[in-house]
């Protein structure tokens, strides 16, 4: 099947051929059918499949022109970095429509986005908080709006977005179409959708556990932290097909520890991206790894989720992730587009049993390599890493009085003492004669 076969109309199908997409993903496919029919959507689906498209082209392949811009599509993501990438991608199949994109997102000045939206937008890219902000302030209309997107919704349940969805989804016109996407179908996702939803037709890339098969999956069991440090530089340091390197870490604070051996060891080859940094920040560290400024960006999952960085060459779990799926979403950042990618995990003796459940989920073990010889072992332990001591706690007794009367003794004999004010200018006037200032001065 190609694009042409889609009954796209002209615009969309030139500026697809502009691209040089030719043939639909199987979630771009699928998706197509069902949102032309009419019907709501889930798709299970994880980036790298082409979800974005998917919903893209059924929602603008029906957008009706008017002079009224309000929007008629209204597409949520949990990040402002998405918002970006989604308003990016909008554009790239609008060319040669008349479609006015707005992305809106937090951590920057309200006004402007709020000038924006009032100049009229056909379709509006939001995070959640942002887009209450603009609802509770009358910035934005939605009286028109035809269909509703959410991305990621288990990543948007995840950042604690919860209350502002149900807040943004109470203030819609009810009759609309919706599209709910989400990596994985939690509990959570399920009962959301069947509160707001109207019996959603269930579509799925790929069933979540299978990892992409164009991945090259490693690991090396490495004792601890400074060792994992010295594994990583060591390893970029031979290998110059290491180009575009992905490292993911569990923390914002592993992320700036990491961040700053790294930069010793490699200088300016070193990003870090994660969500204490400012928003600027965050988008000069993409930017410059998408072009290829910088050779290595150490990002936490939450950040890391749903970004779409052309050609990362390997992906780097410095240490395995609480959730088994999130492993399956960091190694699905490299090979995509049908490129082959390699995904190489750092695992100590204490992550043994993260490994275990990854690997029960994947049903797929990850081969292990052998310690490179040249390899520094470090025996310094972070402070996480340190064996924690018991502190014996030790019972104090309180002696116990029966004689308990108020909180009332008499004055010890050296308090007794009465304090009386002196009055300095009688005694200079009994002494001279005469009022004499302390001071002297006049
Ligand atoms: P997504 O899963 O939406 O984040 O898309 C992942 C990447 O695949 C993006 O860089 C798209 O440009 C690319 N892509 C989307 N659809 C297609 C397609 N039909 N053929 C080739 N590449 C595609």
Do not use: W
């Amino acid at each position: 099947m190609t694009f042409a076969e889609l009954n796209l109309t002209k615009p969309l199908l030139n500026a697809l051929t502009d691209k040089g997409y030719e043939t639909p993903t199987v979630i771009q496919e699928k998706v197509y059918s069902v949102v032309m029919s009419g019907r709501d959507v889930c798709g299970i689906a994880q980036t790298g499949t082409g979800k974005t498209f998917a919903y893209l082209l059924p929602c603008l392949r029906q957008y009706q022109f008017t002079k009224d811009k309000t929007p008629q599509l209204l597409i949520l993501v949990p990040t402002r970095e998405l918002v970006v990438q989604v308003v990016e991608a909008v554009q790239e199949l609008t060319t040669y429509m008349n479609i006015v994109t707005v992305g809106v997102y937090g951590g920057v000045n309200l006004k402007p986005q709020q000038a924006a939206v009032h100049a009229g937008a056909d379709v509006l890219v939001a995070t959640p908080g942002r887009l209450v902000d603009l609802l509770s302030a009358g910035a934005v209309k939605m009286k028109a709006l035809k269909r509703l997107v959410i991305d990621e919704v288990d990543e948007m349940l995840n950042l604690g977005f919860r209350a502002q969805l149900k807040v943004i989804l109470d203030l819609l016109p009810p009759k609309r179409q919706n599209l709910l996407f989400s990596a994985t179908l939690t509990d959570e996702v399920e009962a959301l959708m069947n509160t707001y939803f109207n019996a959603p037709v269930r579509v799925e890339a790929a069933p979540v556990g299978t990892p992409l098969t164009n991945i090259r999956q490693s690991a090396y069991a490495v004792p601890n932290f400074y060792t994992k440090v010295n594994l990583l530089s060591l390893l970029l340091r031979t290998h110059p097909d290491m180009n575009k390197v992905l490292v993911f870490v569990a923390t914002k604070h592993l992320a700036d520890e990491l961040v700053e051996e790294m930069d010793t060891q490699l200088p300016g080859q070193v990003g870090v991206i994660h969500s204490n940094k400012a928003q600027n920040a965050r988008f000069a560290a993409v930017n410059e790894f998408q072009a290829g400024t910088i050779r290595v960006l150490i990002a936490t999952d939450i950040i890391a989720r749903g970004l779409d960085i052309a050609e990362v060459s390997h992906v780097f779990n410095f240490d395995l992730p609480e959730v088994p799926e999130n492993y399956i979403h960091r190694i699905g950042r490299t090979g995509r587009a049908d490129r082959p990618g390699v995904a190489i995990a750092f695992i100590t003796e204490a992550e043994k049993e993260k490994q275990a459940a990854i690997e029960a989920l994947m049903n797929y073990a990850i081969p292990m390599l052998p310690l490179p010889d040249d390899l520094a072992i470090s025996s310094e332990l972070t402070f996480a890493e340190q064996p924690q001591i018991d502190m014996k706690t030790i019972q104090v007794k309180t002696v116990k009085r029966d004689d308990v009367g108020p909180a009332f003794h008499e004055k010890s004999a050296k308090n007794q003492k009465v304090n009386v004010r002196r009055d300095y200018a009688a005694e200079k006037m009994r002494k001279y004669g005469r009022p004499i200032k302390r001071s002297g001065k006049k």
